[in-house]
């Protein structure tokens, strides 16, 4: 089979491009390691019963107006779901995960996080006015995904 010269380079050239992207996207993926930006902290998601703050989850006060706001994430469900927090309150949610890869998201706010294993994700907000937020999981997770949630009241 006779194949055109420029056909040839063509092919060369197309192949040649290929390889070149594969190594741009195998190395900057791998190379420094693949893990999310905003995680700074680690935790072993094995574990996560007996680490502190998650071995007991749940709202914490750290100072005045200051909360820190304990979750842990598991197939399905977030520990606690029904969280009471006092108008005003300035709360740093930490979240992590026991299994695989959930949603944290705060609907109707600007909280929204990717729980991941081996990570512990936070985000601070301040809570000025009472009300009901609901938190659901919006990263597919399995069977019972759509279950996942959990409330939060701001009280006076
Ligand atoms: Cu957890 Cu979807």
Known sequence: MHMHKYEKIWLFFGIGS???FLTIVGVSAFAQGNQP??????IDPEKVDQTPPFNKPGLVKTGDNEYQLNIVASAFAYTPNQIEIPKGAKVTINVTTKDVIHGFEMVGTNVNMMVEPGYVNSFTKTFNETGEFTILCNE????GHHLMTAKVKVVD
């Open 140 to 143: 597919y997770c399995g069977t």
């Open 18 to 20: 290929l390889f070149l």
């Open 37 to 42: 930006p905003s995680c700074l902290t680690t």
